[in-house]
């Protein structure tokens, strides 16, 4: 066999996200062409591989860059309106900013919620089994997706969270599948 030398081929990278780091939309993000999506054709099940291929053809293109410019430019006006509102209410126009410890609770809640652990007041609790497992699985989700990118508190509470949800899930779980216990007997005793 002859001797096959390693050839370099030069490539460019390009940084293709849509926002900087600080939440802003990339004014110098390249449009991109677009192809139109195939048709879709109805007949056997396919494959899943096939599939997912289909589902992302059927899928509509993105926004252009000035479509998403002008929709975050509404986006940051409505919402300067509603800080207004809230800090002539006299409240802090902080307390509705979304951390990445707020989305963590709230999902947190959530399924505490679905898991009947939780309910509003003067409300009955609703079991949810299949969300709260979806919603404990989101959580696990970011857990993996995020691993090396939090800060030292999110990470824990990130995991303080799913360790107490897996827990109540396996309890709420278990406490379902046993049959009911026979409460204590009620009535006299031989009289």
């Known amino acids: 066999m002859p001797d096959k030398k390693h050839e370099q081929s030069a490539f460019t990278v390009t940084d293709r ?3 900087t780091s600080e939440g802003e939309l ?3 993000t390249p449009e991109e062409p677009r ?3 195939a048709p879709v054709t109805k007949g056997a099940p ?3 591989v096939e599939a997912e291929k289909n589902a992302k053809e059927e899928m509509p293109p993105p926004p252009t860059h000035a479509e998403q410019q002008a929709q975050a430019d509404a986006y940051r006006a409505s919402s300067k309106e509603l800080d207004t509102q809230v800090e002539l209410s006299g409240h802090s126009a902080k307390e509705l900013e979304m951390t990445f410890e707020r989305f963590m609770a709230s999902l947190y809640m959530t399924a505490m919620l679905q898991l009947g652990l939780m309910h509003e007041q003067g409300g009955q609790p609703r079991v949810d089994l299949i969300g709260a ?3 404990i ?3 696990s989700l970011l857990s993996e997706k995020t691993k090396g990118n939090l800060t030292g508190t999110e990470e824990n509470f990130l995991q303080n969270s799913l360790y107490e949800l897996r827990m ?3 309890e709420v779980t278990n406490a379902l599948a046993r049959p009911p216990q026979p409460g204590p007997a009620t009535g006299t005793s031989g009289r």
Do not use: C, H, S
């Open 133 to 135: 497992r979806q919603t």
């Open 26 to 28: 990339r004014k110098e």
């Open 17 to 19: 996200r849509l926002f």
């Open 35 to 37: 192809e139109a999506p």
């Open 137 to 139: 699985d989101t959580l």
């Open 168 to 170: 109540a899930y396996v």
């Open 46 to 48: 396919e494959k899943p």
